[in-house]
């Protein structure tokens, strides 16, 4: 535990400007991100004694090392600033709202010559229009199923809608009349376009030009004794009006909005988001999140517009957001919402009418959500920190292990040998830190060397990247190697930025990637016992590390394993830390045989041809399905070889070459009735069936897989 005098700048040094500041630990890795107005006054609030600061203040003070600023211009570029800060580092003390989910959206790609209704998630693209988010895919199915009779916009994917081409003959949506078929031609792809459009218009709420067009088509229709078309029609209607019953009106004056309400206890909080089109409830989604920091309604609200626009413009911002309370300062959130848009954009507190009924409505939701995730996490909170805990207790370490690493190998009987590591923070799964290995030091099948090689190679790299970061300078708790950061300072002058791209941070490597093994863990778990352990500390040890510890997890008994020690500490199986480092291993151990058996599989599909230079797989395919297999093909001359359309002679030369120095394969095997089929070699060029594979490689005795 850090004391915070011991970073705290010099009287004088920090600026009384607007600006943005970082708190790092002794691994340099960003803790914290803030802004404000005055950098002086609001760095001075952290250095004061440590009892009259709130307990998670005190506590990211103490984890802190050093802190380091950058001075912006106006409060509005700190905003935007300290928004691209915490999404590059992802600071563990700042408030984050996390999706559980990526919330699926109705879209239209008007961006193709044939615009295509579907579901999409993730980031949102240009030329592409958006209806939602909706909590569930199967609502948006329904509602396009419902639209589709009055609508038949295509909704297929590329390859349906090229081979509809290629064949003449539409999907089944275009015989039972749900889809115009541009791709036979039925209609032209401007008639389909403007379905695109009047899709798109029914949807942001447009309704009644088109309900009164039907109905007058239908009186029509029935008029003229044309009852089947005017019943067709009818059923139109009703399946426009069903549609528009999922959404009902909830704003008479057609108002685009988004409301957002806030619950919260000491601990916890939920965002609730209703997103308002037309006077129509159009989307619903909602965050729950740890309050880490000591934290106000109004700046949880400023971090929910944060999460919200930081990757919107235009439309996507609404002229109007309703808040339960105003972030505090206003103005500058306001302009930068103002400058997401492109045009003004109210932010304000309901205080009467539908409005604050709505918004009444809004916040019984995110109490409702608040309840039902404490409902399910409550125990899960508590449960992971007993057995962070217990892990603590049982292993003799200082602290709880924050972070947990652990290594697997795997193999099929000494070929493909590979390494997984597995990274947990908290307790919780961080896939983004997981890493792949392949064993390069030797051939053949040897766990203790393998493990020893790759914690080698781990903390190699680690100590490679702290003495870059010149973390290993003795009384410097600022930037040592200045090249990382160039526009970020704690001299007394410190530079002014208004471009947050500029400042790339410290987690990313000279080429823009993210490194790869900048943090150690505290301890470093081996899926084995005593000689696993022991190579790992070994390979600790020759690199001078003797900070994080290792501990092995046995499979047979569950006994843990500790280096130097020559019985096993043994936890009750009611363990919950015993269940946390099962977890970590079976984590690992799947990580590594799914990566095994990939390279497996890349093997068995490998082809002489894959070592012919200038040979793409066009040409290969070619090639295969002029002769029918690599057999037939080595023994080709080479004038048949050049047969081949896109086959040249200097290229058969370079393949009949290649061919006569590769040694034949296996012959293949047909594992349902054990008929070896030599006469012909198996096409390795295309992915092998289930019932051909290698004699070499019994694929099937998956107990001799690890």
Wanted: proline share 5%; aromatic share 6%.
């Amino acid at each position: 535990m850090a004391d915070p005098s011991s970073y705290r700048p010099k009287p004088g040094q920090i600026p009384d400007s607007p600006g943005v500041y970082r708190f790092r630990d002794e691994h340099r890795r960003v803790i914290y991100v803030g802004k404000a107005k005055s950098l002086r006054q609001r760095l001075a609030n952290y250095f004061q004694d440590l009892a009259g600061l709130h307990p998670r203040t005190r506590s990211m003070v103490t984890t802190a090392a050093s802190v380091e600023w950058t001075v912006v211009s106006t409060e509005v570029e700190a905003l935007q600033l300290e928004y691209s800060w915490i999404k590059e580092y992802d600071p563990r003390f700042n408030v984050k709202y996390r999706d559980d989910k990526s919330y699926p959206y109705l879209a239209v790609t008007m961006n193709e010559e044939f615009p295509r209704v579907q579901v999409m998630r993730g980031h949102k693209k240009k030329g592409v229009r958006y209806f939602g988010p909706y909590a569930h895919a199967w609502a948006i199915r329904d509602t396009v199923d419902l639209l589709l009779r009055v609508f038949p916009v295509r909704t297929c994917s590329a390859g349906v809608f090229k081979n509809a081409s290629r064949t003449g003959r539409p999907c089944l949506l275009g015989y039972i009349g749900k889809c115009s078929a541009p791709c036979v031609g039925r209609v032209s792809d401007e008639e389909h376009r403007e379905l695109a459009e009047e899709f798109c218009d029914f949807m942001t709420g447009r309704t009644g030009t088109y309900l009164r067009r039907l109905e007058k088509q239908m009186m029509e229709a029935a008029d003229e004794m044309e009852y089947e078309r005017a019943a067709r029609l009818r059923d139109d209607i009703e399946a426009l009006k069903k549609a528009m019953e999922k959404n009902a009106v909830v704003l008479a004056d057609a108002t685009d909005a988004d409301l957002i309400a806030v619950a919260e206890d000491e601990l916890e909080a939920a965002v609730q988001i209703f997103h308002v089109r037309g006077g129509r409830v159009r989307g619903q989604r909602g965050w729950v999140t740890d309050k880490v920091e000591e934290i106000t309604t109004g700046a949880l609200v400023e971090h929910a517009l944060q999460q919200l626009y930081g990757e919107e413009t235009g439309d996507a911002v609404p002229k109007e957001v309703l808040v339960p309370a105003l972030p505090d300062p206003l103005d500058p959130v306001q302009e930068w919402l103002t400058g997401r848009r492109g045009s003004n954009v109210s932010l304000r507190i309901p205080q009467r009418g539908d409005k604050r009924a709505l918004m009444e409505t809004v916040e019984r939701n995110a109490q409702q959500a608040l309840v039902l995730h404490k409902t399910k996490r409550a125990s899960d909170l508590t449960t992971r920190s007993r057995a962070l805990e217990e892990i603590a207790d049982a292993l003799d370490l200082d602290s709880a292990p924050l972070r947990i690493e652990c290594y697997d190998i795997s193999h099929l009987q000494g070929d493909d040998v590979v390494a997984s590591m597995v990274v947990f923070e908290d307790g919780l799964q961080r896939k983004s830190e997981y890493r792949r290995f392949q064993i390069k030091g030797f051939e053949g099948q040897d766990d203790v060397r393998s493990m020893h090689e790759v914690i080698t190679r781990r903390f190699r790299r680690y100590l490679a990247e702290k003495e870059k970061t010149g973390e290993w300078a003795d009384g410097d708790n600022t930037l040592a190697d200045t090249s990382t950061e160039p526009l970020t300072t704690t001299s007394p002058e410190p530079l002014t930025t208004t471009s947050p791209d500029a400042l790339a941070g410290g987690l990313k490597d000279d080429e823009g990637r993210p490194k790869r093994f900048a943090y150690p863990p505290q301890l470093v778990v081996v899926d084995g016992g005593q000689p696993q352990v022991a190579a790992a500390q070994r390979a600790l040890d020759e690199l001078g590390i003797d900070d994080i510890a290792v501990c092995g997890l046995a499979k047979r008994l569950e006994e843990v394993w500790l280096p130097g020690e020559d019985d096993p500490v043994v936890l009750p199986r009611t363990s919950e830390g015993l269940y946390l480092l099962q977890r970590v291993r079976d984590e690992a151990h799947r990580f590594a045989i799914t990566y095994q058996r990939t390279k497996r599989a890349k093997r068995f599909r490998s082809s002489p041809l894959d070592d012919v230079p200038g040979l793409g797989e066009t040409r290969k395919q070619a090639l295969i399905k002029h002769f029918g297999s690599v057999k037939k093909l080595r023994s080709a001359t080479i004038d048949q070889i050049c047969e081949v359309p896109g086959i040249g002679r200097k290229t058969a030369e370079t393949i009949a070459a290649a061919l006569a120095q590769a040694a034949p394969a296996a012959p293949a095997v047909n594992t349902a009735t054990g008929e070896i089929m030599e006469d012909e070699e198996p096409d390795t060029t295309a992915e092998t069936s289930g019932e051909r594979v290698s004699a070499g490689a019994p694929d099937e005795r998956r107990g001799q897989e690890r």
